[in-house]
Nanobody
Framework: QVQLVESGGGLTQSGGSLPLACRAS????????IGWFRQGPGKELEGVSC????????NFKDSVEGRFTLSRDSAKNVVYLQMNSLKSEDSAVYSC???????????????????WGQGTQVTVSP
């Protein structure tokens, strides 16, 4: 059974840090892309970052570039998103997703992803 499960998140103050993890089961991440998406109150779902396993290519939304970092543990099928210098506008439900047929680079568009996790809440107080 294909599953993606997020962990981490929580509450922090502006300027703080939070780690997120996405654990995949039921398939190998070796030839897929993992994307992170978020949706805040009254906002549309937006792509945050992604990583393509074949060549470790990453992509970041402009507003998180330099603040968020991606890493992976291939043996454990886990992708980590480290969020630093958090701002109140980063508050959202964060979800990870799997694209089983990535292109040259991973996509920040939701339509590319076939499997989704349940999401985890990130709240950043002003």
């Amino acid at each position: 059974q294909v599953q993606l499960v997020e962990s981490g998140g929580g509450l922090t103050q502006s300027g703080g840090s939070l780690p997120l993890a996405c654990r995949a089961s039921g398939f190998s991440l070796g030839y897929v892309a993992i994307g992170w998406f978020r949706q805040g109150p009254g906002k549309e779902l937006e792509g945050v970052s992604c990583i393509k396993y074949a060549d470790a290519t990453t992509n970041f939304k402009d507003s998180v570039e330099g603040r968020f970092t991606l890493s992976r543990d291939s043996a454990k099928n886990v992708v980590y998103l480290q969020m630093n210098s958090l701002k109140s506008e980063d508050s959202a439900v964060y979800s990870c997703a799997a694209d089983l047929d990535p292109g040259t680079t991973c996509s920040l568009g939701r339509r590319a992803y076939e499997y989704w996790g349940q999401g985890t809440q990130v709240t950043v107080s002003p």
